[in-house]
């Protein structure tokens, strides 16, 4: 039973978002901690819906040694907005989305990556006319609030 569930959003689904989602789903796995965690991602745009990722992303992805290219796009919807303990944007133009279409009293916590993950206010930034250099500046800022995310193994000897 997952303890914690946490939709990524950015804004066509194929670059941050399932990069975000494939990152957190693996080191929450190499910590030990795939269980606790129930992680999904989506779009606040409609026109990759069902697209696989960008192949730049799936690429930059199998360089590290993580596969998401089942993933597949799908937008924010309504149900979301309570399925999900956090909704994590990743630029503030799809936080400020999320929070004008989130239904009132829905129960899902809306913030920014970087705030939650990496205690900065950095925008990850949109890599989709961006080129290979874009896109693993971006691997590696998800990389690292998404390590911080998974937390420690489980079977680290206490320090
Ligand atoms: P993402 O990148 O939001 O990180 O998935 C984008 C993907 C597609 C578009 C923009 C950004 N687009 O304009 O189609």
């Known amino acids: 039973m997952p303890?914690?569930?946490?939709?990524?959003?950015?804004?066509?689904?194929?670059?941050r978002s399932p990069l975000a989602e494939g990152i957190?789903?693996?080191?929450?796995?190499?910590?030990?901690?795939?269980?606790?965690?129930?992680?999904?991602?989506?779009?606040t745009g409609a026109w990759h819906?069902?697209?696989?990722?960008?192949?730049?992303?799936?690429?930059?992805?199998?360089e590290h040694g993580i596969d998401i290219s089942t993933l597949r796009a799908r937008r924010v919807e309504a149900a979301d907005?309570?399925?999900?303990?956090?909704?994590?944007a990743l630029d503030r133009k799809n936080l400020q989305s999320l929070r004008e279409s989130a239904p009132a009293g829905?129960?899902?916590?809306?913030?920014?990556?970087?705030?939650?993950?990496?205690?900065?206010?950095?925008?990850?930034?949109?890599p989709y006319f961006g080129g290979r250099a874009e896109f693993e500046d971006v691997y590696r800022m998800l990389y690292r609030g998404c390590a911080s995310m998974a937390g420690s193994p489980k079977d680290e000897p206490p320090s």
């Open 3 to 15: 303890q914690i569930s946490i939709l990524f959003v950015c804004l066509g689904n194929i670059c």
């Open 24 to 43: 957190l789903r693996h080191l929450a796995a190499a910590a030990g901690r795939a269980d606790e965690f129930l992680i999904d991602s989506a779009g």
């Open 49 to 62: 819906i069902g697209d696989p990722p960008d192949s730049r992303a799936i690429a930059v992805a199998a």
């Open 81 to 88: 907005f309570d399925r999900f303990d956090l909704i994590l």
């Open 106 to 126: 829905a129960s899902a916590r809306i913030a920014l990556f970087a705030e939650h993950a990496l205690a900065t206010a950095d925008d990850v930034p949109d």
